[in-house]
């Protein structure tokens, strides 16, 4: 039953271009937060690697509030002891990385796939094509004013 399962899970997201954005984070003297709702059992080795480079981890299902709802995003701006405005969220989900964290008063960058040739249609939402241009392109508008 449980292969069954297994079987119609969408393939776990490759961890690897992730590090580029949690390097330019942590140079740039950011947090970096790891926000998931993996369970236990799929975590992998690229997973947990991850968890070990992050400042905090929350778990959407430790926390037991679904990930891509403004709630969610509240208690990650309390377990990270933030303010909502001071945390950025990166991803390319438009719903569970754009919407929900703005909803919830935080910053988002969504990160589109490369092989579009234009952004998508995201308002004043930052958009980029690559996670690790999303610290950059952050900090430039925060420059910018």
């Known amino acids: 039953r449980i292969a069954g399962v297994l079987k119609r899970l969408p393939p776990p997201l490759p961890y690897g271009h992730l590090d580029a954005a949690v390097e330019s984070a942590q140079r740039h003297g950011l947090k970096v937060l790891l926000l998931h709702a993996v369970p236990g059992f799929l975590r992998n080795g690229e997973h947990r690697r991850l968890m070990g480079r992050a400042d905090a981890v929350v778990s959407a299902l430790a926390e037991q509030i679904p990930l891509g709802t403004p709630a969610f995003y ?44 234009k952004a998508p249609r995201a308002g004043q939402m930052l958009t980029v094509q690559t996670f690790d241009s999303a610290v950059p392109a952050l900090l430039a508008r925060y420059e910018r004013g």
């Open 74 to 117: 509240r208690r990650v701006a309390e377990v990270a002891r933030l303010r909502p405005e001071e945390i950025a969220v990166i991803g390319p989900d438009p719903h569970a990385h754009a919407i929900a964290p703005r909803k919830a008063g935080l910053q988002s960058v969504l990160v589109f796939d490369e092989s579009e040739s």
